[in-house]
């Protein structure tokens, strides 16, 4: 990720077990059980497992005062009466989950529901507003790790599903963290020493849930001093249209959709379908085909890996690609040409090649990339651009609608793919980054476009040689335009 765009605000603190941690927020384990008592001011030398000193002394009297977590009557392991932190005990899902949102929004959180059937229930509804695969965290009682704790956070964050790599790699790049110390005490700050399969403790949630607090507020400070209008949970990827959502507590929802399937189509649909993003059901007949769809959608984003087998996390994610390097340096210097002494000729002409073409699209979007929201925006859609050539099914049989396949869960589940079923797989990957998306043809052939800046454009040639779809009203009537395309999907968002 480019550091420019970043904000780096925190330090890790120091643990006596020879740790370094950062960030957190503990959980009121499950408010019927008797044996959590409720604190409104806390008294930590009241509790016969406190002391002074410890990486998590101070954050988890913060994370109590802050109704994250409580105390206990009856210590967990031992079963002796007394009052209790038990900063060691680990947590469920649903506990690690119900702290989390309860730090977001106590008050919000109290009016959401989910399909999960468990006390924590409300904190899986609102954790999935909130960016949280439901795909990825479904199991209330599973004891989570410090790697389910980052992608969860980074997740929220960046209001969409993280995969893990990405997540360890924010979490240092900001200094929630720095990770586990080695044998000579430095910290080496790699994947491994994250300690993503050790088991999240009480103590360590409330440390990171403080420092992903002190984040947030040095992020919001940050912004307000440069200029950045960087919303408090709002994605580096991601960005959510302003005008004409439906929202919920800030964050884009579907609607339930019935009748017929999308708008123009005439599928058939069996029944109402809840949808994640807007009117879209991607050709879904049931409910059940819908949610599947977008399991395996969001389960390509989370672990992602382009054409080429290489994780996208390691090159293709950052402006430029694998010609970042050429992409930075003009954005850097305001230069049409630069010659970097470490490359070739041949990868310097292919460079300026490459940044010529980025530059030309997102001027034509009307980017400033001096603006960190319209630099993100970019690379988001750089990001999506790349994940195009790699969309779950593509490498499906080739049917047609004729035969009878013409919905994302032809391609993605029944292995059976055209120019329509692409298309619908191809929008809900959009959709999933808050894009606003529709379905378009010729006589013969299906394609999705994508709004960016009020304009549309086809997704095949966003970058280098956009495709712009003209003369569209305001109010997102593509019927107008003067290619003369029919629309068979309308917007996710009207």
């Known amino acids: ?8 605000a925190l330090c890790g603190t120091v643990l006596a077990s020879g740790l370094i941690y950062a960030g957190g927020g503990a959980v009121n384990e499950a408010a019927a059980e008797s044996d959590i008592k409720s604190e409104q001011s806390v008294n930590p030398h009241s509790y016969e497992d406190f002391s ?49 949102m309860r730090n977001l929004d106590r008050d919000e959180l109290s009016g959401y529901t989910s399909s999960v059937n468990h006390w924590s229930g409300n904190a899986y509804g609102m954790a999935y507003d909130n960016g949280i695969s439901r795909h990825e965290f479904k199991n209330p ?58 088991e999240l403790e009480r103590g360590q949630i409330s440390s990171f849930m403080k420092r992903y607090n002190d984040f947030l507020e040095e992020d919001r400070s940050k912004a307000n001093s440069e200029g950045i209008h960087h919303s408090e949970y709002q994605s580096d990827y991601a960005f959510k249209l302003n005008d ?45 085909e819908y949610d599947q769809v977008m399991d395996i959608v ?43 002494s470490d490359k070739s000729d041949r990868d310097n002409q292919i460079g300026n090649q490459s940044a010529d073409s980025l530059f030309s699209s997102f001027d034509e979007f009307g980017f400033d990339l ?80 994508v709004e960016i800046n009020g304009e549309w454009y086809n997704m095949h040639n966003l970058l280098g040689g956009s495709e712009r779809l003209e003369s569209v009203s305001s109010d997102r009537n593509l019927e107008n335009n003067t290619r003369g395309l029919d629309v068979l999907v309308q917007p996710t968002y009207r």
């Open 1 to 8: 990720m480019n550091k420019w765009f970043m904000a780096n």
């Open 52 to 100: 002074e000193g410890e990486y998590w002394s101070d954050d988890i009297v913060w994370a109590m005062e802050n109704d994250l977590i409580s105390g206990y009557d009856l210590h967990p392991q031992t079963q002796q009466q007394g009052d209790w932190l038990y900063p060691e005990g680990d947590l469920s899902e649903g506990e690690m989950l119900t702290i989390m």
């Open 141 to 198: 009682e599973q004891t989570v790790t410090r790697g389910d704790l980052a992608r969860a956070m980074v997740s929220m964050y960046k209001d969409r599903p993280a995969y893990l790599e990405e997540a360890v790699d924010w979490m240092y790049e900001d200094d929630i963290t720095n990770g586990m110390t080695d044998s000579s005490g430095d910290a080496p700050k790699t994947y491994d020493s994250f300690g993503v399969d050790l």
């Open 244 to 288: 004409n959502l439906e929202e919920k507590g800030g964050q884009v929802v579907g609607v339930t959709v019935t009748g017929r399937n999308e708008i123009n189509t005439g599928i058939p649909q069996d029944e109402p379908i809840e949808t994640r993003h807007g009117t879209h059901t991607y050709g879904s007949a049931t409910q059940a």
């Open 298 to 340: 969001e389960d390509f984003i989370y672990n992602l890996e382009d054409h080429r087998g290489v994780s996208m996390y390691d090159d293709e994610r950052n402006l430029g690609g694998i010609y970042s390097d050429h992409f930075d340096k003009r954005l850097e210097t305001g230069k049409d040409h630069v010659e970097l």
């Open 370 to 449: 001096n603006n960190y929201d319209d630099y993100k925006k970019a690379e988001t859609i750089f990001y999506l651009r790349n994940m195009l050539s790699s969309i779950p099914g593509g490498d499906a049989e080739s049917v047609s609608m004729q035969d009878g396949y013409y919905s994302a869960y032809h391609q993605v589940v029944e292995g059976k793919t055209d120019c329509q079923t692409s298309s619908y797989v191809k929008m809900a990957l959009f959709d999933s980054f808050g894009f606003n998306t529709a379905m378009l043809a010729t006589a013969t052939h299906a394609m999705p476009f």
